[in-house]
């Protein structure tokens, strides 16, 4: 663990409270359709005009829709972390709440062989990369055991 | 849907293969002129040019409709070009269907030619947080193969799929390939070879995800009044050209998102964006499933090639591993998928590739498919999907 500040990869995206983390999406303010990432000019429901949006908490806990990792590095903009490259393990989770599918990475240290589709995962922060002044964080998917 | 079918008169492509030299032009000439000389329509007598857009050749590639009527030799034609990802061919065919029915002209050329690079297909330089191409790849890691895995992986936790089916697809394509002088891979595999090779994204291996490929296929249509004029009153017809959006809200992660659309107040629509393309051109066909001898669809990976099965409507969902085995979709089954080899065998050469696959199809009903001809072919569909709500089927008929 680097002492370095911790700041987030992409500003705007996910609330910065370690223990807690909450995706933040944006919610139409006439539909209530959700959006990730936060949409604020139009809501895309073809029965919808809105141009109103309420940005919005997401739900922290959802099932696994799928996963996969990656056992080769994958082109920039993604920046490699370790020389030699590990593989990566990533999945979908679904939010029953806002009805919708979040791709992220899964949690330090998890392989494809400690989950399975339907599986419960909760939001946490984890490393994305370092730079000379930040250490960057970005939400991972964690599998709750069971 | 009403529609007005069109003649496919000749067909014609210059094979696939990955050259450090070469040119997307004259690969596209080279399909062109093979198209022209199995139309028996000298290219003077072209009355519309509609080219397939690729994004990687510079300037020519956008306007690739005028770069091959120059090529060929300005002679006055009306020109179009379309880009829409891997459906782009069948836009450019879609386009030269509707200036024949309008009246606008009697028989176009519609081609599709490119040079793709080497390995991932890469998104842009630059920071752009706004850009869905550069969020998944740099905050999830989220590859092209990745998104095929994850298609992969719901099928064997919910359906019992397995990596040997998965194999089991590539070792037929391959086996239909060896027989195609088109295709870039003509060599056989065996379940262990593809089951030996480097896993790239679990459960998808090196040798079942699709390469990139330099290839130019065209295509000569014309009215069907045309046709008779020319003394091809038999030749197939285009029956059905889909190209439709996908309805709201998309409930798949599809390729290059990172998220769904919510379904909180909308309900998902009862099919979803891979069904709906080929049930719209089905419905435009008057036709079913059932009517079909043969398809050829969009592999990107092994394991995609089992979901067409399911959204092409030749099985039930969940149902498509117990097809496979069957062998019902081997040459000499009852519904063959992908007897050119499939993109196992050729690769991506996107704005050539569904023109491709009609060219395939073409043979076939004309019989003159060789070592792999599906016997008796009648009815064959085509179908795929690529980038940002673009996908395509098209229905070819005797």
Not at chain 1, 25 to 41: A, D, E, I, N, T
Request: hydrophobic letters at 40%; aromatic letters at 8%; charged letters at 25%.
């Amino acid at each position: 663990m680097s002492d370095k500040p911790k700041v987030p990869a992409v500003e705007g995206w996910f609330t910065m409270d370690e223990a807690s983390p909450h995706l933040i999406g944006s919610q139409c303010s006439k539909c209530k359709s959700y959006y990730f990432p936060k949409q604020s000019l139009f809501c895309r429901n073809p029965e919808c005009d809105s141009e109103e949006f309420d940005e919005v908490e997401l739900s922290n806990r959802g099932k696994i829709w799928s996963y996969t990792n990656n056992c080769y590095k994958p082109p920039a903009p993604y920046i490699q972390v370790t020389d030699p490259f590990e593989p990566f393990a990533l999945a979908g989770v679904q939010l029953e709440k806002e009805g919708m599918i979040i791709l992220g990475m899964l949690s330090d240290g998890v392989t494809v062989e400690d989950v399975k589709v339907g599986q419960e995962a909760e939001l946490v922060l984890g490393t994305l990369f370092e730079d000379d002044e930040c250490e960057k964080l970005v939400w991972k998917w964690k599998p709750i055991a069971g | 849907m009403s529609n007005q079918e069109v003649a496919i008169l000749g067909v014609g492509m210059h094979e696939w293969g990955k050259w450090e030299d070469g040119n997307f032009v004259a690969y596209g000439v080279k399909a062109c002129r093979d198209a022209l000389q199995d139309a028996g329509v000298a290219w003077k007598d072209i009355q519309m040019v509609s080219g397939a857009a690729t994004m990687r050749c510079g300037y020519p590639g956008y306007v690739a409709g005028a770069t091959f009527a120059n090529a060929l030799g300005w002679q006055g034609a009306r020109v179009n070009t379309s880009y829409a990802a891997c459906a782009s061919g069948s836009q450019a065919l879609s386009a030269a269907r509707s200036a024949i029915a309008a009246g606008e002209c009697e028989v176009a050329l519609v081609v599709g030619s490119d040079k793709t690079p080497k390995g991932f297909l890469a998104p842009q330089k630059g920071d752009r947080p706004d850009d869905p191409d550069w969020q998944r790849f740099r905050l999830i890691g989220a590859t092209n193969p990745a998104f095929f895995a994850f298609y992969a992986r719901r099928r064997m936790d919910l359906y019992g799929a397995t990596e040997e089916d998965f194999a089991r697809v590539k070792v037929k394509n391959a086996k239909n390939g060896l027989h195609n002088p088109k295709a870039r891979y003509r060599k056989e595999f065996s379940m262990e070879s593809v089951l030996g090779s480097a896993m790239v994204c679990d459960p998808l291996r090196l040798f079942e995800i699709c390469a990139t490929s330099d290839g130019a296929a065209a295509i000569v249509v014309s009215s069907l009044d045309y046709a008779k004029k020319v003394g091809k009153a038999d030749a197939p017809r285009i029956a059905a050209i889909s190209t439709v959006t996908p309805d709201y809200p998309c409930a798949t992660v599809e390729m290059p998102d990172i998220a769904t659309d919510s379904s909180a107040s909308v309900t998902v629509p009862a099919l979803e964006f891979k069904s709906s393309v080929p049930h719209a051109a089905y419905e435009e066909a008057g036709i079913g499933p059932e009517d079909l001898s043969l398809a050829e669809v969009y592999d990107l990976s092994s394991a995609l090639e089992l979901d067409w099965y399911e959204n092409l409507g030749l099985c039930g969902q969940g149902e498509a591993e117990k097809l496979l085995r069957s062998g019902d979709t081997e040459i000499g089954g009852r519904i063959p998928v992908n007897p050119s080899g499939g993109l196992a065998c050729f690769g991506e050469a996107v704005p050539a590739q569904a023109l491709a696959q009609v060219c395939e199809l073409t043979w076939h009903l004309r019989g003159e498919a060789g070592a792999r001809q599906v016997e008796g072919a009648k009815v064959g569909i085509t179908a795929n999907q690529g980038l940002f709500g673009h996908g395509s089927s098209v229905i070819v008929k005797k």
